[in-house]
């Protein structure tokens, strides 16, 4: 399995992101969609072909509705704010120990995003999450992360502070770790192209709407991962 990661905001040679200031006009009718197909607030959504699926958040558009995403990734963004999250299987790194796993993926993100740099990020919390609350049982151990990175889009001067929560489950047994990343800014650069998102925020998420993915996250068929 390749370690294809994108973050929201990294700068990624081989997917090109969307400006979040066209985000409300291209993915009106994405958006209509989950929310029809959605008849409750608990209703799970199907990932990667159905082999997963978690709650999704509301205001959630499937960006692969608008552009090519990476076959170990579901991305979604809120369509009215410059939030998104991430969905990503990546290759188990075993040499890595549970309690730091969480960290090394963190520091993977910031490195994607060029800002390893002193005072560019910022891991302020790492709890592992119990799996008596978790649906996905058959993951040895799973952590949730919270920090923050001084981050641009498009290879742009400006930078917007983010905080990113990342949860992750690890699945030894196939090879792989889960990561799922809620990108939440901050502060924004006027000079960033995210700009004209701000002052327009609608019911953004929450950490608890993230914690919530976390917990729902199902297995259903275990040939995804090969």
Not at 38 to 61: E, M, N, Q, R, Y
Request: proline share 5%; glycine share 4%; charged share 20%.
């Amino acid at each position: 399995m390749k370690k294809k990661k994108l973050n929201f905001y990294r700068n990624s040679a081989h997917v090109k992101l969307v400006s979040h200031m066209l985000i409300p006009l291209l993915c009106r009718a994405a958006h209509r969609e989950m929310q029809s197909a959605a008849s409750s607030a608990d209703k799970a959504h199907p990932l990667f072909g159905g082999g997963l699926s978690a709650v999704i958040p509301h205001s959630s558009t499937d960006v692969s509705e608008l552009r090519e995403i990476p076959d170990n990734q579901e991305v979604f963004a809120h369509a009215h704010t410059d939030q998104s999250l991430i969905v990503e299987l990546v290759e188990y790194q075993g040499q890595v120990a549970d309690q730091d796993a969480a960290r090394y993926h963190f520091e993977d993100i910031a490195g994607s995003n060029k800002a390893l740099e002193p005072g560019a990020f910022e891991v302020t919390s790492v709890v592992p999450l119990p799996k008596s609350e978790l649906s996905l049982s058959e993951c040895s151990s799973a952590w949730m992360l919270t920090g923050t990175q001084c981050v641009s889009k498009f290879n742009e001067e400006a930078r917007n502070t983010v905080t990113l929560h990342l949860g992750m489950f690890r699945l030894p047994q196939f090879s792989t770790d889960v990561l799922i990343t809620f990108n939440d800014p901050q502060s924004i650069s006027p000079d960033s192209s995210s700009a004209a998102a701000v002052g327009t925020h609608k019911e953004p998420w929450t950490v608890q709407d993230f914690q919530r993915l976390l917990q729902s996250l199902t297995l259903h068929n275990p040939g995804l991962f090969g």
